[in-house]
């Protein structure tokens, strides 16, 4: 029997309570009817097309086959059909009949069953093998060129049919203005699947929910989450070579339904839970004043290279699909997973375009991080074209107008276009800013310039093309890399429970372990690395641009020096939460800090500094000086610099007057004197922020900053931030 409730067990279908008419080619999906479900897929290669309906998801055998008359189901390239009495929960996939000749692109296959594109929601009440779909016989020597002819429904996920009613109570995305964010990146399972959360429903959408009060302690605005849309868990074959245990695919850059929110980290087994689940912990999250960014992966999709499983997009239409080699045969691999999406086919452009009108439209998200962002502006052939239709559509598409996007700028083939990205109003994550900031503070030589250039918002990579300082994502860190824990214990990474030999992992991370490479007990050692995890963190969230936060560092989480976690589900990726009562000082150091920048607007200014004065105080927005009090000689400053930037509203581009400000920065290994320029008048330079000193020195609650005496010079301590702010001293800042 049918069932196809999503709220209760179910209600029974009888087959002969079905009937079938030739439907409506949009919109694309299974669209819930008053009496009936439509059903509507692209295949421009098919010769025949056939919808399987399911009762369980273990079935291997359909409740019923309806194969779509190509007279009346098809308009276009697009098969259709409304099936009456067909409700909500029913269960779903295609067979599509056509060409099997992999060595002109064609791979079509009846006996692999097929995933929606447009599919809302999968069963995800058991085990993927998608081992099962591999339209070919592995064993045999021709490989991909045979044809299997094993029917593997048993084997994989059926797709739901969802109803998209749900009680928002008002809710709309926040849409915050990027330059007023700051952005925390976590894992759904990972952010809870610790026993230390102490959440309910660990790992799930819910444990988002019950994490919201820890996450509205410390902030942050804006919660981008790694990729939720449905993945097999199961596709890493490798095990780990010290414990044998098999790995996963946890960060879930692997997409097979890009429309179906993660079934697995739904608390209820309901079928279509997912999608409620999903909707509840947005609505909650906006309830509380944070946005929710996804990260999405339009770069290529889990069905891997030519030995891959064939099921969804290789099997309904390969040759539209995906960027297929010179031999088409084979695929271009610009992903480094085995196949590239052909994101600029009019037909893939429209399928992306769909997709992120979904999840802002019915699932009230406000922002996107687009992995390996480079690909979507490569044409059939795998080319970098000048202006991308995909890009430059999504930049400028009214529904997303809001909505903030944000590129990967680079990919595995060789693109790198970090300052460059076309499309206009995209941002980028910056990792030049990582980068140049990690050597600045691991005290590498003739880094000043370029820190300083970071740290004002890389006015080198955005001001030519009319971008501001907030389109730079600032990070130190993110999923992809060492923790700030593991940046400031580790020289080189610890990769070898991967299974891939440490051939995986970045090798330039621009760590430093400060004289041990590792853990250790050594008290100096161990001030040392705390005191460089505070000047870190200072940078960031006193830097120009739109800082991003990785979820844990706040209490310095460690992944043992793996920084290439992607298949450890496991608590080598799960946040440990004790560790935040064990470092309670940092996590006051950077919930101050986040307070602190919200305060003062002059740290989020919308336009890159001038080196001019806009307000004719005499003082420039911006003005630089070496530790004797001097404009510095570029060529020649090494390991430190100073800044005075004045707050005035005119520059700093704000509807009021900021303090004036004076910061230090000290990367040597010795402590500098740094001569400090008068503050303004009636005023005098209080020390607001010290990362040498213990907590609650390190940072000073509004208005207890004492006054710095003498106040024309400042002695900073080895590897320590400084940050002065001039107000009256009867006065709160």
């Not at 429970?497 to 161990?526: K, L, Q």
Request: aromatic share 10%; proline share 7%; glycine share 8%.
């Amino acid at each position: 029997m049918l069932y196809y409730s999503a709220s209760k067990q179910g209600v029974p279908l009888r087959p002969d309570a079905v009937s079938v008419r030739p439907g409506h080619p949009r919109p694309f999906g299974a669209q819930a009817l008053d009496g009936g479900v439509n059903f509507a897929v692209f295949s421009r290669n098919a010769l025949a097309m056939t919808l399987c309906l399911y009762d369980s998801p273990e079935d291997g055998e359909a409740m019923m086959e309806i194969r779509l008359d190509p007279h009346q189901n098809r308009t276009g390239d697009i098969w259709h059909v409304l099936v009456e009495g067909l409700k909500p929960g029913a269960l779903y996939l295609y067979r599509a009949e056509g060409p099997f000749l992999p060595e002109r692109g064609f791979r079509f296959n009846p006996n692999k069953v097929l995933l929606d594109p447009y599919a809302k929601a999968l069963t995800g009440e058991f085990t993927w093998d998608l081992s099962r779909a591999r339209a070919y016989i592995p064993d045999r020597p021709e490989a991909d060129l045979s044809f299997s002819e094993e029917d593997d429904a048993a084997y994989v996920p059926k797709c739901v049919v969802v109803d998209d009613e749900f009680d928002w109570e008002g809710d709309r995305p926040l849409n915050y203005p990027l330059r007023h964010c700051v952005i925390y990146e976590a894992h759904v399972r990972g952010l809870t699947a610790h026993p230390s959360s102490g959440v309910e429903n660990p790992g799930t959408y819910r444990g988002v929910i019950e994490s919201i009060p820890r996450l509205k302690s410390l902030g942050i605005t804006s919660l981008e989450l790694l990729p939720v849309q449905e993945f097999d868990s199961l596709d890493n074959p490798r095990k780990n070579p010290r414990t044998g245990e098999r790995l996963r695919q946890y960060w879930g850059y692997n997409t097979l339904a890009f429309f179906a929110p993660k079934s697995t980290y739904a608390s209820s087994r309901i079928r279509g839970a997912q999608v409620a689940e999903f909707k509840e912990m947005v609505k909650a999250l906006h309830r509380s004043g944070i946005e929710v960014i996804l990260d999405v992966v339009f770069n290529h999709t889990g069905e891997g290279n030519e030995l891959g499983p064939t099921v969804s997009f290789r099997g309904l239409d390969n040759s539209i699909w995906y960027i297929l080699d010179e031999d088409p045969r084979y695929y271009k691999n610009f992903s480094g997973c085995g196949n590239t999406l052909n994101c600029n086919h009019p037909v893939v452009r429209n399928f992306i375009l769909d997709c992120l009108h979904y999840w802002v439209v019915e699932m009230h998200v406000d922002g996107f991080r687009f992995d390996l962002g480079s690909i979507l502006g490569r044409d059939s052939k795998g080319r970098l074209l000048e202006n991308p239709p995909v890009i430059e559509q999504i930049a400028e598409d009214p529904i997303l107008r809001q909505t903030k996007i944000i590129a990967e700028a680079w990919d595995a083939g060789g693109a790198y276009q970090v300052g460059s990205f076309p499309g206009g109003r995209w941002a980028e994550w910056n990792d030049r800013f990582r980068d140049d900031v990690r050597k600045f503070w691991r005290g590498d030589h003739h880094e000043v310039r370029n820190f300083c250039t970071r740290i004002t918002g890389s006015s080198d990579l955005y001001l030519r093309d009319g971008r501001k300082p907030f389109h730079s994502i600032n990070y130190i860190t993110s999923h992809d890399g060492f923790t700030l824990h593991d940046l400031v214990t580790y020289e080189r990474k610890r990769n070898l429970d991967n299974g891939e030999g440490e051939a995986d992992g970045h090798d330039a991370n621009f760590s430093c372990g400060y004289g041990v490479d590792g853990p250790t007990e050594d008290p100096g050692i161990r001030s040392v690395r705390a005191r460089q995890a505070r000047n870190f963190l200072a940078t960031l969230l006193l830097s120009i641009g739109t800082p991003m936060l990785l979820a844990g560092d706040e209490f310095l989480r460690t992944q043992g020096g793996n920084n290439n976690a992607y298949c450890q589900d496991n608590p080598v990726s799960w946040i440990d939460w004790s560790l935040a009562d064990e470092n309670r000082d940092l996590v006051r150091f950077v919930r101050e800090l986040i307070a602190f920048r919200m305060r003062h607007p002059a740290f989020r200014r919308p336009e890159f500094f001038t080196g001019k004065d806009a307000n004719y105080n005499a003082i420039p927005d911006i003005s630089w000086y070496d530790p004797s009090g001097k404009a510095p000689d570029w060529a020649r400053i090494d390991r430190v610099i100073a800044a005075r930037i004045d707050g005035s509203r005119a520059d700093i581009v704000a509807d009021r007057d900021d303090n004036d400000f004076f910061l230090m920065f000290n990367a040597s290994e010795s402590a500098v004197r740094f001569r400090i320029c008068p503050p303004p008048p009636d005023t005098r330079w209080h020390a607001a922020v010290d990362t040498s000193r213990p907590s609650p020195e390190d940072i000073r609650e509004p208005g207890t900053e004492p006054v710095l005496s003498p106040q024309d010079e400042c002695l900073l301590a080895p590897r320590s931030l400084v940050l002065l702010l001039a107000r009256d001293p009867a006065a709160l800042s």
